[in-house]
């Protein structure tokens, strides 16, 4: 083809017959359609500050659109609070049972050996001091403060979150949501809204049944290495752990909840159509979810502390 | 004056970013007509389709139903406009988490004030018009791919919209389904007066139900020709227009002479 190409640059006849038949057949095959010259992408060598540049444009970009999204979703808010939200019932109950009931087992089995390893790490070092009574304000304090809605968070960002994503990415490659632009009905009334809205009820809970399997974790580390006595692990668990500890959690479990929703279905209604896109949608949504918890949760660090709760 | 047209491009102009896939389209359709816009694979057809009906903006040229502008419309004019459509995407599009009857209820539940029970009725009287009695517990993965088509017709038809858009309804489907398919069309817009507007690249049922059409050309990136299909293969004297509509000069030759 090339040879075919130079010949006519140089108004040379390219005699083809000489050619085997077959050899003949196909380059005819391959020399019918003229190539379209400005489809085809130009591939260009940027230098250094020009792909900063660009680097710089797509972050400006992806802010942007997050934050029309966000924008897009306190709106949806807004009318599902004035009553005018158009989703289904069935929907939300479903989401509710899958990222309520469905997802508890995984949360407590693993708060629950967090709350073990977090018992070991300070028994080792407390028992050196003769004060290991204080492994049960160590495991409640961190369970109930920290440790309970991180873990939740994260095990939804995984589970939850990954998941709708994968829906909403799969729904756009189809032209769901499409569907749904032509019948005028809001994609994010309808399908961002149940999920948040599953998800914001449901965090606060799943966290509660977390830090008790912690504590339990604990507990279970405290009586059998530590010879404490199951009351007075629970006298000093009570005891240190306070309304105020337990509330900053559920503040933040509420908190990420909304963030596990917004990441997963932001990244998968803007999916893009095809099925590599739906892979790259659960990836980033996973990764921008877990991200946000953490970075989240270090904001939240500090200001607690400046409000010295 | 003469009849005010239902549908008119002027000047639309396609694009993906800077890449422009077709310039200068200019159309006009009239009420209760099949407007078919046919054209090679991948030459911009269902882009254009995705363009009238407002899923994207063309970067320029205009829009115009009834003699409005679609593009200039502001949100509550364009809502009013965008009521009257119904659309049947390649694949169906059904919401895979909702049954077909609900599929098709779910429009009616929230744009009108019917009772529920009318509306199921309704819903399974479009249902039994696609021939899909008795599926109407079925979820769209249950169903085969025409079966899907059929769903998503009578889905867009859900609404009694006045102009029914189609994007490819008979790829994929077999010569009998895809017949039957172009017959369902052509009652509907005699016995409701529903214009159609359809993208489509299969030659039999261009000819038998096309009232008009446009040729989008993929080297020139414009229309070649447009009229009706039966005249085009006459008189057009672009190459690639009757190629297309002969199947490269083996086909539907009795139109030609």
């Not at chain 2, 009420?31 to 991948?42: D, P, Q, T």
């Not at chain 2, 447009?226 to 509509?245: E, H, Y």
């Amino acid at each position: 083809m090339e040879f075919a190409a130079r010949c006519e640059e140089k108004k040379i006849t390219f005699d083809q017959t000489t050619l085997p038949d077959g050899v003949c057949d196909t380059l005819k095959l391959a020399l019918a359609v003229p190539e379209q010259t400005d489809a085809s992408r130009k591939i260009e060598q940027l230098g250094r500050v020009a792909r900063l540049g660009n680097a710089v444009v797509r972050a400006g970009q992806s802010v942007r659109n997050t934050s029309e999204f966000v924008g897009e979703c306190v709106l949806s808010v807004a009318r599902m609070l004035r009553g005018r939200a158009q989703f289904r019932r069935s929907d939300f109950t479903l989401f509710v049972q899958e990222a309520g009931a469905e997802a508890l087992g995984i949360c407590m089995m693993i708060s629950f050996l967090v709350g073990l390893i977090l018992a070991f790490v300070g028994a080792i070092q407390l028992q050196q001091f003769g004060a290991s009574i204080y492994v049960a304000s160590l495991v409640g304090i961190a369970m109930v403060r920290e440790m309970g809605c991180i873990m939740t968070g994260i095990i939804m960002c995984g589970r939850t979150g990954a998941s709708y994503a994968a829906q909403l990415g799969t729904m756009k490659v189809n032209q769901e949501i499409d569907a749904y632009r032509t019948f005028q009905f809001s994609p994010i009334d309808f399908l961002v809204m149940p999920r948040m809205l599953a998800l914001f009820l449901m965090m606060p809970l799943l966290t509660a049944f977390a830090n008790v399997a912690g504590i339990i974790g604990g507990a279970l580390i405290g009586v059998f290495m530590l010879d404490l006595s199951v009351m007075e692990y629970w006298n000093q668990t009570v005891k240190s752990v306070t309304l105020a500890q337990c509330s900053v959690g559920f503040i933040k479990s509420f908190v990420f909840g909304i963030i596990v929703a917004l990441s997963g279905c932001y990244n998968g209604m803007r999916c893009e159509n095809n099925a590599a896109g739906v892979g790259q949608a659960t990836t980033s949504a996973v990764v921008a979810g877990i991200t946000s918890i953490i970075v989240a949760d270090a904001i939240f660090a500090v200001l607690f502390n400046i409000l010295k709760i | 004056m003469a009849e005010q047209p239902h549908i008119e491009l002027k000047n639309v102009e396609l694009a993906y970013g800077s890449f422009v896939v077709m310039r200068d389209i200019t159309a006009q359709v009239k009420r209760g007509e099949i407007f078919v816009i046919m054209g090679g694979s991948g030459c911009g057809k269902s882009t254009l389709l995705w363009n009238m009906i407002g899923l994207r903006t063309p970067p320029k040229g205009d829009i115009l139903y009834d003699g409005r502008s679609f593009l200039k419309a502001d949100d509550t004019e364009r809502v009013t406009m965008e009521k009257k459509f119904g659309v049947l995407f390649q694949s169906g599009a059904l919401w895979s988490s909702m049954t077909l009857i609900e599929n098709i209820s779910l429009p009616m539940t929230e744009h009108s004030e019917m009772p529920a029970d009318e509306i199921g009725r309704l819903a399974r009287f479009k249902l039994a018009l696609v021939g899909l009695k008795g599926f109407e517990d079925f979820y769209p993965s249950e169903i085969s791919g025409g079966m899907m088509k059929r769903a998503g017709l009578a889905r867009a038809m859900a609404l009694d919209p006045e102009i029914l858009f189609f994007d490819e309804p008979s790829a994929g489907l077999d010569p009998i389904t895809s017949r039957r398919l172009d017959e369902l069309i052509m009652q509907l817009r005699d016995n409701l007066g529903t214009t159609v507007v359809m993208v489509t690249h299969e030659l039999d049922s261009i000819f038998a139900v096309a009232d008009n059409a446009i040729f989008l050309d993929n080297v020139s990136r414009t229309v070649t020709a447009s009229g009706p299909p039966k005249t085009m293969i006459r008189n057009s004297d672009d190459s690639a227009v009757r190629a297309f509509l002969t199947r490269g000069g083996k086909k539907n030759l009795e139109y030609a002479s």
